[in-house]
């Protein structure tokens, strides 16, 4: 830490949080803020007045010079429009203002960001409105107001708006089951996610070097080095120093803009790493996540190196995942998701399990949906993430919980055991009642839920929309059922809605490895989806189901759903269609210039020979020279084969049917050509190739 500081004393000092709104605004505005932030109250001009004021001289005694409404629109990434606090006097001088007006709401141009539909391009004007429940901060000299994004008819152009609002219809039904299971003290419930984000490291001037990552974030070619993971020494491995650098001065900056980092680790691929961090309401979470990603690349830069956060950016290693730690906590502190010492016994935990695994079921194709990537699509169902089948993790215990519901018997319990670790000296260690299974989707982790399909470079606000929504549907329906039975009888009529929802939805718990052919034969015969890409799954997203339960819960609009429909198809489209360019550029511009030298140079070695050696049959370069020319035949037959391919996809006018061209045929391409320039990679030496290798890059850090 630079100047003997400590963390506590840097952390959150560039955040207007609570504490510095308590020191430094009027009580009854600090009281009224509050209860904004607490009960989503209107907040009054005057209110936002004061608390402009008292933002903008902190601001200012920060350096700050400008501020931005930062948002979040449906690009996947943030957005932000810096305005001075300057304004000009008649004398010439200037002075600082920033109003209540200023604060409350803004008018970026919402022309250029995707809205499926909602708009036409000459239809400018969006509004930006702030949202209190997630501190200010300052960064970069501005001042840092995170808001919602909206369009002039109303609807939602972002990913927060839809966010809160599930959240609210989330704690709505959980408060209505809660005072009917007599915790009537109860008035609201807030999700809290805690998201782990893997990332990649790599060399700075070698990431340069490489179009694929420039453009697309992944290597679109590359022959496998001769090392991968296969020796599994990087995992949770020695810190190297220069990696260790990064590493402290990303946790120093995220303290400083209030984002609890905690854990941090090298991941299982050469070059990639983790950063976790401290669970926080998902609103905040999310935009700390969101955050905490641009940080990643500005203290990379910084560093010399190059922070890759697409899913799959080297082909033969594990790719990058993002898990979304998920759980539900009353405003009295009350986690639901803590089975405490004796689950069986404990009816409120059992309700809201129950709940959620039901509502997973029940929306499973859903949830595909809403980690759904180009990207991502690479990596589900790769043996190295969960397999895109969603099932439910529960781990023995529970299991043996839901298996004495489902029975009617007594539940005796799994009590935890001391473990024999072999040496005196070693301390006393109490096993868990439960392992962990890293194949599993949607795994039950002692107090929480871990989503672990997210992809690292999506926003996890998608996931939690969902998740959010369908349990608060799960919720309503519990609730409905048993609203109107007596008090004598509400035990019993509990447990035999238990016994219900665990026979309907039991299909989704699965406890095993989701590695394995048998498991997806055995997913197929218990009725459970195996969306495999983006196109496969999005068509569930505009389905009767996916409508009623949105529109239901007032979540979406119906032209909101359709929107964000047109958007990820049209994302993904895109996204596919740089790729594939991108490729036939490095193949024809790049690859083949490093081809034909050594093509050259080995055929002028076998002449050198010939010269001296009028016998000589030069086995070596011939044998060279005859594979690299099959080799480049099929390599200029593969690389028309994609361009006229990916010319056909654009000529197709409808949305779902030009992803899935994209995803059947134009990647299948890209595969094809890959293969065959990748095996002609392996015969080139290194100093013909104008790029970096794949032994280069995921090694060359010290």
Excluded at 63 to 84: I, R, V, Y
Excluded at 230 to 252: A, I, Q, T, W
Excluded at 398 to 403: E, P, Q, W, Y
């Amino acid at each position: 830490m630079e100047n003997g500081k400590q963390v506590t004393d840097i952390y959150g000092q560039l955040v207007f949080n609570d504490k510095i709104m308590r020191e430094r605004l009027p009580k009854d505005v600090y009281k009224a803020v509050h209860k904004t932030i607490e009960n989503g109250t209107h907040l009054e001009l005057d209110v936002a007045n004061a608390v402009a004021a008292a933002m903008k001289e902190w601001a200012l005694e920060h350096g700050a010079t400008h501020f931005t409404h930062w948002f979040q629109p449906m690009t996947g990434l943030t957005a932000e429009k810096h305005d001075s606090f300057l304004s000009p006097e008649p004398d010439g001088s200037v002075i600082m203002e920033f109003s209540g007006k200023e604060l409350v709401k803004g008018e970026p141009d919402a022309s250029s960001f995707p809205s499926g539909g909602l708009r036409a391009t000459f239809e400018a004007r969006g509004y930006t409105a702030w949202d209190p429940s997630s501190p200010a901060f300052i960064k970069d000299g501005s001042l840092y107001i995170p808001t919602a994004f909206c369009s002039y008819g109303g609807e939602a152009l972002d990913k927060k708006t839809p966010l809160l609002r599930s959240m609210e219809a989330l704690s709505k039904e959980a408060v209505k089951v809660l005072h009917l299971l007599g915790n009537t003290d109860v008035t609201g419930v807030v999700t809290t996610i805690g998201s782990e984000q893997e990332y990649f490291l790599i060399d700075k001037e070698m990431y340069m070097q490489r179009k694929d990552l420039l453009l697309c974030g992944r290597t679109l070619m590359g022959a496998p080095a001769p090392k991968g993971q296969e020796m599994e020494d990087h995992y949770f491995g020695v810190l190297k120093p220069k990696v260790s650098e990064f590493m402290h001065d990303l946790d120093e900056e995220l303290w400083k803009l209030g984002v609890p980092a905690k854990t941090k680790h090298n991941e299982v691929a050469p070059s990639q790493h983790e950063l976790a961090p401290v669970f926080e309401t998902a609103n905040v979470a999310v935009d700390h996540n969101q955050l905490t990603m641009e940080v990643m690349k500005k203290v990379a830069d910084k560093r010399g190196f190059a922070c890759l956060l697409h899913e799959k950016p080297f082909a033969g290693v594990n790719g990058s995942g993002k898990h979304n730690n998920w759980s539900i906590q009353t405003n009295t502190g009350i986690n639901l998701l803590d089975p405490g010492k004796h689950p069986a016994e404990n009816i409120r935990f059992l309700v809201f399990l129950m709940a959620v695994i039901s509502a997973v079921d029940e929306y499973a194709d859903i949830l595909r949906v809403s980690v759904a990537s180009a990207g991502n699509d690479h990596r589900l169902g790769a043996n190295e993430a969960p397999p895109a089948i969603i099932s439910v993790f529960v781990g023995d215990e529970l299991a043996g919980v839901l298996k004495s519901i489902e029975e009617g018997k007594e539940f005796n319990g799994v009590g935890k055991t001391q473990m024999e670790m072999g040496a005196e000296v070693l301390p006393h260690i109490m096993r868990d009642t439960t392992d962990r299974n890293r194949t599993s989707p949607f795994a039950f982790t002692g107090n929480k839920f871990e989503f672990r399909m997210p992809g690292s470079a999506i926003s996890v606000a998608n996931a939690n929309i969902v998740l959010n929504t369908a349990v608060a549907e799960a919720l309503e329906k519990i609730y409905e059922q048993l609203k109107d039975v007596p008090s004598e009888r509400l035990d019993d009529e509990i447990h035999a809605l238990l016994k219900k929802l665990l026979d309907e939805h039991k299909r989704v718990i699965f406890n095993g490895n989701g590695y394995t052919d048998e498991w997806i034969e055995e997913a197929e015969k218990r009725g459970l989806d195996n969306l495999k890409s983006l196109p496969a799954a999005m068509p569930r997203w505009i389905s009767e189901k996916s409508i009623d339960l949105f529109t239901k819960h007032k979540i979406f609009t119906k032209e909101e759903i359709f929107s964000r429909y047109e958007i990820l198809l049209e994302n993904y489209s895109k996204t596919i269609h740089i790729e594939s360019l991108t490729l036939q550029e490095m193949v024809r511009k790049d690859f083949m210039e490093g081809l034909i030298s050594y093509q050259s140079a080995v055929a002028e070695e076998a002449g050198k020979k010939k010269g001296l050696l009028p016998d000589c049959v030069c086995a070596l370069e011939t044998h060279i020279t005859q594979k690299l020319d099959c080799l480049s035949s099929k390599i200029l037959k593969s690389l028309e084969r994609l361009a006229e391919d990916t010319e056909s996809a654009e000529k197709k006018t409808d949305a779902l049917e030009r992803a899935s061209f994209y995803q059947e045929t134009v990647l299948g391409d890209m595969e094809v050509l890959r293969s065959y320039v990748d095996m002609a990679e392996s015969m080139i030496p290194e100093s013909y190739l104008p790029y970096p290798t794949y032994g280069e890059m995921l090694f060359a850090l010290r």
